[in-house]
């Protein structure tokens, strides 16, 4: 109806999972995900860094469209790609971690860890817990693996900070150059089909060389 105002349609899920540019480059390559941002939270110290990152994890927060990914979907990836696995006790820094948005991914997230510690017969060290704060990490860590692309980077105009921090083509093409998605994938991407043919057969030539190698960090 003219004038009403759009149901808000993008949700977001903040997830820990061990080094932070592997979260980046996974969750950027699913489609469904919008961007990607990645930062420290769950601790209590105020203002932290990587240096000083006190008792915080490095997290991977996304922004995504439910009517194309669920939450279940996003956590099956999560519970699937974790750096030191689920039952290994790692610092804080690379801990194993849900922080949720409302009540319904709190509920969702809690009925996933106990379906998964039953598959797996081990008790999980991932903690739950409500998001309070986020710290957006140095510019250097977003899109850690497009950056070391600056041809790409420059050619597509993807040249300032902030872009690179917000733009859904920067987090899918740090996925992509990083072998989190198949060529099958790429090739059937329409917002690949937009690159004109120099960017297209540079990004397939990433692809093909990275593709299922495993950890993106
Ligand atoms: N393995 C990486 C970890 C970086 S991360 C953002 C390194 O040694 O630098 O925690």
């Known amino acids: 109806?003219?004038?009403?105002?759009?149901?808000?349609?993008?949700?977001?899920?903040?997830?820990?999972?061990?080094?932070?540019?592997?979260?980046?480059?996974?969750?950027?390559?699913?489609p469904g995900v919008i961007r990607t941002c990645v930062g420290y939270a769950g601790g209590s110290r105020p203002s932290p860094t990587y240096k000083n990152i006190g008792d915080h994890t490095e997290v991977i927060d996304i922004e995504y469209d439910p009517t194309i990914i669920s939450l279940n979907q996003l956590l099956s990836l999560f519970w699937n790609n974790h750096e030191y696995g689920l039952t290994t006790k790692i610092k804080a820094q690379y801990a194993s971690l849900i922080l949720y948005h409302d009540e319904e991914q709190k509920t969702i997230a809690e009925k996933s860890r106990v379906h998964e510690q039953r598959e797996r017969g081990e008790h999980l060290t991932t903690t739950i817990k409500a998001f309070e704060k986020f710290y957006p990490a140095e510019d250097y860590h977003q899109k850690y693996r497009l950056r070391l692309h600056p041809w790409l980077l420059e050619s597509l105009g993807i040249t300032s900070d902030e872009v690179i921090k917000t733009s859904p083509l920067a987090a899918k093409l740090n996925g992509y150059v990083a072998g989190a998605a198949t060529l099958e994938q790429f090739e059937s991407d329409d917002l690949c089909q937009n690159l004109n043919e120099k960017q297209y057969q540079y990004l397939k030539e990433c692809v093909i060389k990275t593709q299922g190698t495993g950890l993106y960090c």
Request: glycine residues 16%; charged residues 15%; positive net charge.
């Open 1 to 30: 109806m003219p004038g009403q105002v759009q149901e808000q349609k993008v949700k977001r899920a903040t997830f820990g999972m061990g080094c932070f540019w592997a979260g980046d480059a996974l969750f950027g390559a699913t």
